[in-house]
DNA sequence: GTCTATAGACGGATAGAC
DNA sequence: GTCTATCCGTCTATAGAC
């Protein structure tokens, strides 16, 4: 499904398999303290140790911090945007919506660990310099996502249920992700509520 | 409304009013600029030179960079903890449930701008002291709500709409804030979707 | 209330040996 | 591939004068 550079991340797995690879390590590694402590709080010192190794390995592999994340990044925004560019060259019905909501769902569901990392370090990420040269990696896909979810002359309440849809997926997943027995269960479950927002009912505000 | 130490955030106005006095104009602009470049990329240096100041100064009105950010964002922490307060002690009608995402609504709308900088921050705020010793701030608190949302005998789909409901108020009010005519309008637009979402139809899933 | 000066720690990154 | 050693920048925070 990926390139070759992602993987998944092990679930309860620590550092202590020196075993496997360190560029492989040190990716699982990086992720999980970047999504558990933030960007910012975790020191390639940090890494390191806990590694096993000294912080000057870690450049033999990646030319530097900002490098690691993209190394964890890239496939999903790749992935992202094969979905925009697909859903942009179809009609725009209520049947593409729904195929654009499941291709969100399963990109996100794949990569649970990473949209967590993004989510929780959304400023931090956001002022890497490959996130503004490559768009900012997450706003603009968001928002033509947002775009493809709304009917061209959407109203504002439209605007907020298409948001709300996208955002829907991303937190549900990353939130339930350790509380629910069944990964599938989850994603039907949040599939339904998406597509419900998607569908956009013609005009019944209930309130 | 607050009890204070909260005050609107100025629209367009810069850091070069030098008449208001220093420890507004501090708690302004370090939540305008956590908020943009987010908290761990802003340095006291920085505030301090917009500020027209020196660093030395800031620490006559908080005791730690850390310190700023309790001050932001107590009160609303506060709000918060008494919606749920209230919330815990009516009965679990679907009447509450919408008066609970009123509430909700209402908190985040008066306080777009902190309520951004925490989710721009989420990992770097969560391993501020201050959070740890107050139960992670955030968290606990969209968990209650969350259950508070949920009848007792919830699926994980009436979880899964109900954790939608409250992110899709957060996230739209703060993403929308700025591209759209009357905050008024935008009220009623989440309100809408909100309240679809807290009401959880019974069981037509459409999918 | 604000300043100068500085302590003290830690961060990312590199050179060069092995 | 991994290490030792080190550079240099930046950061928070404090002491003490004015």
């Known amino acids: 499904m990926h390139t070759g550079e992602a993987m998944a991340v092990k679930g309860g797995g620590d550092e202590h398999d020196r075993g496997r690879d360190t560029r492989s390590r040190l990716r699982e590694l990086a ?24 912080k000057a390995a870690l450049y033999y592999y990646f030319k530097s911090k900002e490098d690691i994340v993209r190394s964890l990044v890239e496939d999903y925004v790749a992935e992202l945007d094969e979905l925009i560019a697909w859903g942009k060259a179809q009609p725009a019905t209520a049947a593409t919506r729904a195929e654009i909501v499941r291709g969100y769902l399963h990109i996100v569901a794949s990569g649970t660990e990473v949209f967590r ?29 947002t775009d ?9 309440r439209d605007q907020v249920r298409a948001a709300s849809c996208l955002m829907s997926v991303s937190y549900c997943c990353m939130r339930f992700h350790d509380r629910v027995a069944s990964a599938a269960e989850l994603e039907k479950a949040v599939l339904d509520v998406a597509l419900e927002l998607a569908d956009a009912a013609p005009a019944d505000a209930p309130a």
Request: hydrophobic share 45%; charged share 25%.
């Open 31 to 54: 992720l999980k303290l970047f999504a558990e402590q933030g960007y910012e709080k975790t020191s390639l010192r940090e890494i390191a140790e806990r590694l096993g190794v000294t």
């Open 117 to 145: 990392m993004l989510h929780q370090n959304q400023a931090a990420v956001a002022s890497l310099a490959s996130a503004k040269e490559r768009g900012e990696l997450i706003r603009e896909r968001m928002d033509a996502l």
């Open 148 to 156: 493809l979810l709304t009917e061209p002359a959407g109203t504002l």
